[in-house]
């Protein structure tokens, strides 16, 4: 059976194309408010961890900040085989679980911004992420260019630059080499939003059961890019300060 489908271009087959448009949108808008959810559950976990100063301390003394540097990365890998494959249950834990995640990565930085007296600037680098995440997206959905082309290149970058963060962190502890970082990642993040955006488009099939997982798929990679983004705006905006 021969489903009527949109191809990357976003040209629509006419037969059942009103159809597949109104599917697409409310589709699409279950992925975007889903990752919202996530963004929002996220802020409000990251600012509770940041208001208990012996959590800080203990995040701060122990290895706890690389087990869920670990969990992230690892979570991200896994995550199209258990969304596609494993249950619902299973594919809405794994979101969830990412979420909370990030929120205990996030919480030391915004614990420090907020003792610096810095807390504005936790407010701009979101208003920065959300402007340049939703200009990005939007190219991505609308743009008729082919962007799968992208894929191998993006790959590559971000090993290298996962790469240099924990080479950084670890060996060289340089300002000047986080801030050139942030400053790439940044660049690479915008590339992937676009790239993601089309390629969670191009999963929509019109009536298929498989649309369900496919946006909490979407959701996931469109929340991490989201994070990432705001994470190393938020270090550029704190380099820049100091």
């Not at 990357?8 to 279950?30: E, F, K, N, P």
């Not at 087990?67 to 834990?93: D, E, L, N, Q, T």
Request: charged share 10%; glycine share 12%.
């Amino acid at each position: 059976m021969n489903e009527p489908r949109r191809n990357y271009g976003g040209s629509v087959a006419q037969t059942g194309g009103v159809a597949i448009d109104q599917g697409l949108r409310q589709y699409m808008l279950g992925v975007y408010n889903y990752m919202a959810l996530g963004i929002a559950a996220t802020g409000v976990f990251s600012m509770l961890i940041s208001s208990n100063v012996e959590l800080m301390r203990l995040i701060a003394g122990t290895p706890l900040k690389w087990v869920g540097f670990i969990g992230i990365i690892g979570i991200g890998m896994m995550a199209p085989k258990i969304i596609f494959s494993g249950s619902k249950v299973a594919a809405h834990a794994m979101f969830w679980t990412y979420a909370a995640l990030w929120g205990l990565m996030i919480a030391p930085m915004l614990y420090a911004f907020t003792q610096a007296g810095a807390a504005i600037e936790i407010y701009r680098a979101f208003f920065i992420t959300a402007s340049v995440f939703g200009a990005l997206s939007l190219w991505g959905y609308t743009t008729k260019k082919d962007l799968s082309g992208m894929a191998v290149f993006l790959g590559m970058a971000g090993i290298g630059l996962l790469i240099a963060i924990v080479v950084n962190a670890l060996i060289f502890k340089s300002t000047m080499g986080s801030l050139a970082i942030s400053s790439l990642v940044v660049v690479f993040v915008a590339g992937v939003t676009a790239y993601e955006t089309q390629q969670i488009k191009s999963m929509y099939r019109e009536g298929s059961s498989m649309n369900d997982r496919a946006a909490i798929f979407g959701a996931f990679a469109l929340y991490g890019s989201f994070v990432t983004l705001f994470v190393h705006i938020l270090n550029i905006l704190g380099i820049m300060r100091d």
